[in-house]
């Protein structure tokens, strides 16, 4: 099987693996107890943009170390797409938590500490952008935003796992409780749902990194042609 | 012999930034003269009377250190920002090594937050009616939550005096990193003020210490990169 055809079965499975994960998430999975009508559903959809804006960001670190390592542009090109793309998720994450705000509490912004976390992620990668934009270099461009990531990076644990255990939080307790032992209290199909469609977004994630990085890697090729 | 080096390069440092300092008093102005300025706004339009007994705890600390942080941003970043403006930059590179320009310039902005706590800290109790019942507590607090912010600050700082339009940069990358700091530092503020003891702050320190220790480490590793590039 040639590259390109492995690519577009990837896609067309990722297209219906997401597809179901939709249908199963107001079909297959009951209606939470304990939530207005049918308001709980948004964490099929949620909970799996929050956790891709947290790998996004972790790709993003990783990707800055490659560069101020190597010094290859695609390096700093794959810590700038990751970015890009954990922005959007990060909006798309606080739009939907804030609808469902909404529908729960009748307020769309309740100052929750977790609110507060994904906001703050997202300031962050707005920074980065705005510093990226401030330097004309590429090089210095690459290993400054380089820097700022990891520089980051460093306070998120205490954005994820500090901040919300020192502010009383509206979002039920984490998967991974205070003494550090999993626990998972969901009905069967809504675990099933969650699970796939955390499986389904990172696929997603990782499908439009791969285009993302793709597209800069022709751009430097090009720009490689033409400099010769 | 290699260890003693640095620490003299570092005092240099330090010592150049001091001694330009006093000569043209920027910083020390802008940080002193911004907190003062917000204190008394702050002081005239609340004051000691205007919240609620329920709410005191809460908004005196939550105020005191937007006070503090907000002031200290007018001044923190001309560590990096002068030796740029006055093409010093590359002197300094051939002059000492980055872990002593680091070193420093950290120093200094350890020392200007000092100041800064040391006049705005007694003149907000004062004017604010604020009693704090744990002192020592208090002090450990802003000794710890200066080191984490001084460490953030210069390394921003740094980065920052490369780029341009740097001034209006420094308040927005500084802002997002050093939240999650002050969310606890208001958080052990609070606890000070409400207890003489000292272990009521230990678990809003332990924040601190940590996310400044592991921001410093992180900006000792990172610099050479951001000042040699």
Redesign the interface.
Known sequence: MTRNRLRAVLQWTLGVWLVLVILAAFFYAPAAAGFKGESARIVFFHVPQAWVAVLAFCVNLVASLRYLRTRNPIDDARAAAAARLGLVFSVLATVTGSLFANVMWNSFWNWDPREVSIVILLLIYAAYFALREAIPDEERRGSLSAAYAVLAFVTMPFLVFVVPRIYWSLHPDTIIGATGKLKLQMESRMLQVLLGSLVGFTGLFSWLYTLEVRLARARLARRGREEA | MRASTLLSESLAVLGKELTAELRSRVALNAVGLFGLTTLVAVAYQIGPYRIQEQDRPHLLAALLWVILFFAATSGLSRVFVKEEDAHTAKTLRLAARPLAVFAGKFLFNLILLAALYAFIVPLYCALMGYPVQGVPGLVLLLACGAVALSA?TT??AA??S?????TA?FA??T???V???L??LI?GTRAAAGSAAVAAVV?ALQ?VVS?GG??LV??VY?FP??WH?
């Open positions: 953030t390394m921003v980065i920052i490369r780029a341009s339009g740097s940069l927005i990358l802002v997002p990193l939240l999650p700091l969310v606890m958080q678990p924040g996310l592991a921001t992180i900006s990172l990169v951001v590039d």
